[in-house]
């Protein structure tokens, strides 16, 4: 580790909501994503500087429960960021009177933070949950046993690649792991037969054909964040980064 489905009402463009509006939840789509009704109409609305797991992915459940028990039916208060997301959805940070929504997911390890354009954004509350093995985070969050001593030791985000290496005794099984970053889109999936010998390394490049999606760049050089995860979705190791311009 490093610092350096169901149907709602289409959404009402992000564009035309006024920073600050009030509005109520009127559904939650997953750990990150929800609709909002306001005046104007119903939008779907984005948590910003973070990302909470996918359906398909370990403490998806429990982020999207947290939201249905806590945040359906409330009134919130918007902060409206400067742009729509590539899906057409309101960028925003979510206020349940003075509770911040996003910043309280990232806590609760509930969601990771995502590096934002300026500031530190919600890294330091996702180094907090990190450090004391709080919901993902933990070593037993969906899953049993010991965590195998495997660790990334290195990623360069212009060569695209990470290195990992076994600190283990024996030979580890590395198939239906997973390589991942901040976002919800790059997933590397070991394939079956993979495994690492005691104290070998190896080199994961953006180029190798087991990533999904391939063929394209994986690592932010305005930085971004490496997770190792074993089968059962468990963090086994995790590497942040940002550049070195940054004074966050």
């Not at 998806?60 to 590539?86: M, P």
């Not at 995790?238 to 940054?246: A, F, I």
Request: proline fraction near 5%; glycine fraction near 10%; charged fraction near 25%.
């Amino acid at each position: 580790m490093l610092l350096t489905t169901a149907c709602t009402p289409t959404a009402t463009p992000g564009q035309t909501t006024p920073k600050g509006s009030l509005g109520v939840v009127t559904w939650i789509y997953d750990g990150d994503t929800i609709a909002v009704d306001l005046d104007q109409g119903n939008i779907d609305v984005r948590l910003l500087d973070i990302n909470a797991p996918e359906n398909d992915e370990c403490f998806y459940k429990e982020s999207l429960d947290h939201l249905i028990d806590t945040l359906k039916g409330r009134n919130v208060r918007l902060d409206i960021g400067a742009t729509l997301d590539q899906f057409g959805r309101t960028l925003a940070h979510v206020w349940d009177d003075d509770r911040n929504v996003n910043v309280e997911l990232v806590e609760m390890g509930l969601a990771l933070a995502t590096t934002p354009d300026s500031g530190s954004g919600y890294l330091v509350e996702e180094e907090g949950a990190f450090e004391n093995d709080i919901g993902l985070w933990s070593g037993d969050a969906c899953g049993s046993g010991p965590i195998p001593q495997i660790m990334i030791i290195a990623l360069d985000p212009s060569k695209e690649t990470i290195v990992i290496i076994n600190n283990e005794s024996a030979e580890v099984d590395l198939s239906g792991w997973t390589v991942r970053d901040e976002s919800s889109r790059h997933r590397y999936r070991f394939p079956n037969g993979s495994a690492l010998q005691p104290g070998a390394h190896m080199t994961i490049s953006s180029a190798d054909l087991a990533w999904d999606p391939g063929g394209s760049p994986v690592w932010n050089n305005d930085g971004d964040m490496a997770l190792l995860l074993d089968r059962d979705g468990r963090v086994v190791d995790r590497w942040r980064y940002r550049p070195l311009h940054s004074c966050a």
